[in-house]
Structures are given as structure tokens and as C-alpha cells.
């Protein structure tokens, strides 16, 4: 039986040239340092991958550079979403010809579909995949996957055989572990919630696909061991910490541009996404790797901007629901005799 899914899979970002096409040297250069600081497995042609801005054959183009790059390393879980059931078989067919470990599938977008057809969807994919499957649940941008359609599907195709969660609802994660692992116990779970990671750790999940692991790799693996060693109050500062970065990131730019920017300031060439931006939003990115820089540098990942960085800037976060949400899963785990 092969490796179960576990651990911080990068969902990483695409280096770009000037000319707005692949940059095959600087991918493989940020792959390798990537894995050097500790990543678990990567994760090409997910959202902060950009996949809808690339043709298939980009796609196709990209997962072979990491493979290849990656030689075994590391584990792979390819996003192969297509527009339709028969051509997200032919990724699954030429992914797994290049032996990635797995794929990861979004539900269908565009067209807003019931329950039943998105069970239909995967249960297609299903029987007809020669590599295993993770479904995908991120219901903001594709329809969703609830709770009764994934033990289904559980239990009905062999090679479905996790599930990547980006909704950041906990309860409906809880309620997905306790209705499939009874009978799959060996099916996986994975956040792609940057923002929740530690307490999804502490109910139960396998790992995350995390953005944030493609800016600070160093950081999103040590929440990830301190959390699973159950070193409780380390684990819940390093999340406070994380979430300030991961904030700033995602809602002071367009998604994925303040991700990028800040691989950028990491020491690699990422040139611009596929996304056209207006003069503004230029203006604004420039101001926001001042900022993004100011807090890798806290770090010690980068040197602090021309002219310094004002003192009390930091970013301020609201940390009351997520320390509810860790008192509270935290609560139930000691009551259950699990930590201390």
C-alpha cells in the first residue's frame, strides 16, 4: 500500500520571465530550496499555483518540471482539474505516467451543481482514475463537498483516497473525520486553511496545503511538529505568528500577487502573474513588500528595508476566536486523556 498523505504539501507558486511564460530554472531552483527546508511534499497547479491562468499543456509542462526536479524526494499531489469528468481523466492518466503520488481534483466550477451531480462528478473520476484521488473542497470558488457525499465516496472508490479542506470550517472537518474514518481509517485529511492550521492538526488532520509553506516553509513545518507533539502553548504563539504573515499576504492584495511578492523578497525571481494589474494596484504592491519585508526580516529571512522599519508597526491581529478555538479543542483533548 502506498504512503498515506500526511505533513505540509507547498502548493507552490510559478516563477515567471519577462516574456509572461515559465520560468523552468528559476522553478527548479525554488523547488530544491524548497524541499532543503523541509517541506513534506509540493503541490503543483493548485490556486496559489494560479492553474486557471495556465493551458493544460502549461499545466502538464509545470508538474513535469517538479517531478522531475523533485527526483523522489519528496511526495507530489498534482492539481489535474479540468473543465470536465473525461478531460480530468486524461490528466489523472498523464500524471500518474509520471508518477506523482496522487492528484487533487476541485469539485466542478462555474456551474453552481447539486449534492448529487458532484457525487456523480467524483464517483466518474472515481472508477476511472489509475492514480488515487484527493478531492477538493473550496466551496468560495467551486461547488461544494459536504459530509455526506465524501463518506460516500469513501466507500465506494478505492482510489478516493483523501480530502484537501480550504473552507476553514472546523466543525464541518470534524464532522468528514468522524463520518469516514470509521471505515477508511486510512483515508486522509488536509487543510488548505493557513489561518487554522494548528487546531485542524489537534482534531485530526493529516497535514495542510499551505500557501504560507511557500514563503516560510521553515515556519509552517515547525507549527506543524510542534503541534503534532502536542507542545501546546510553542504550537499556538508560532499560529498567532503565522496568521499575522498569512493575513497580510492574502487580503492586502490580490490573491496570489502578495504570496508571490513575498518569494520574491525570499531571493527568487517570480516576475508578474498572468493576472493583469492596474497602475494602482502596482502602487500598492510596492507598498506592501515594504511591509511583508519588514516582517521576514523580524525573522531573520530577509534584511529590513532601505531606511528601517518604523518600530510598532507590527500587524494587528484579532487572535480571540483562534485562541477559542484552540482552548477549546485543546479542552476536549485533555479530557480525553490525549495531552496533558
Not at 224 to 233: A, M, P
Not at 247 to 271: I, K, N, T, W
Not at 289 to 301: F, V
Request: glycine residues 8%; contains cysteine.
Amino acid at each position: 500500500m502506498a504512503e498515506r498523505l500526511q505533513g505540509i504539501f507547498t502548493p507552490n507558486l510559478v516563477p515567471m520571465t519577462e516574456a509572461g511564460e515559465i520560468n523552468e530554472a528559476e522553478l527548479r531552483r525554488y523547488i530544491d530550496w524548497l524541499i532543503e527546508k523541509g517541506v513534506h511534499g509540493l503541490y503543483p497547479n493548485g490556486s496559489t499555483g494560479e492553474f486557471t491562468r495556465f493551458t493544460v499543456d502549461e499545466r502538464k509542462r509545470i508538474t513535469e518540471i517538479i517531478a522531475d526536479q523533485t527526483a523522489g524526494r519528496v511526495p507530489i499531489l498534482a492539481g489535474a482539474a479540468e473543465a470536465n469528468a473525461r478531460e480530468t481523466i486524461k490528466a489523472c492518466e498523464y500524471y500518474y505516467d509520471l508518477g506523482v503520488r496522487a492528484v487533487a481534483i476541485v469539485a466542478p466550477f462555474y456551474y453552481k451543481l447539486s449534492p448529487a451531480s458532484v457525487y456523480a462528478y467524483f464517483r466518474e473520476i472515481g472508477r476511472n482514475t489509475p492514480i488515487d484521488v484527493t478531492l477538493y473542497n473550496i466551496p468560495m470558488f467551486a461547488s461544494p463537498i459536504d459530509v455526506p457525499t465524501v463518506q460516500r465516496l469513501s466507500e465506494e472508490c478505492e482510489k478516493i483516497i483523501a480530502i484537501k479542506d480550504s473552507s476553514g470550517d472546523l466543525p464541518h472537518m470534524i464532522r468528514m473525520i468522524q463520518a469516514v474514518k470509521p471505515n477508511r481509517p486510512e483515508f486522509s485529511f488536509l487543510t488548505g486553511w493557513d489561518a487554522a492550521l494548528m487546531p485542524m492538526l489537534l482534531i485530526g488532520c493529516d497535514g495542510g496545503t499551505n500557501a504560507t509553506s511557500g514563503v516560510v516553509p521553515e515556519l509552517t513545518r515547525k507549527l506543524y511538529e510542534l503541534t503534532i507533539s502536542h507542545n501546546i502553548q510553542k504550537a499556538k504563539e508560532l499560529q498567532y505568528d503565522l496568521l499575522k504573515l498569512f493575513d497580510v499576504m492574502l487580503y492586502s492584495a490580490e490573491f496570489p500577487e502578495g504570496f508571490r511578492e513575498s518569494v520574491q523578497l525570499r531571493g527568487f525571481s517570480m516576475g508578474r502573474g498572468r493576472q493583469p494589474l492596474s497602475e494602482e494596484q502596482k502602487t500598492d504592491l510596492q507598498t506592501l513588500s515594504r511591509e511583508l519585508q519588514c516582517m521576514l526580516s523580524a525573522h531573520g529571512y530577509t534584511d529590513e528595508p532601505i531606511g528601517g522599519c518604523p518600530v510598532g508597526t507590527d500587524v494587528e491581529i484579532n487572535t480571540q476566536e483562534v485562541t477559542r478555538i484552540v482552548s477549546t479543542v485543546v479542552s476536549e483533548l485533555k479530557r480525553r486523556g490525549i495531552v496533558d
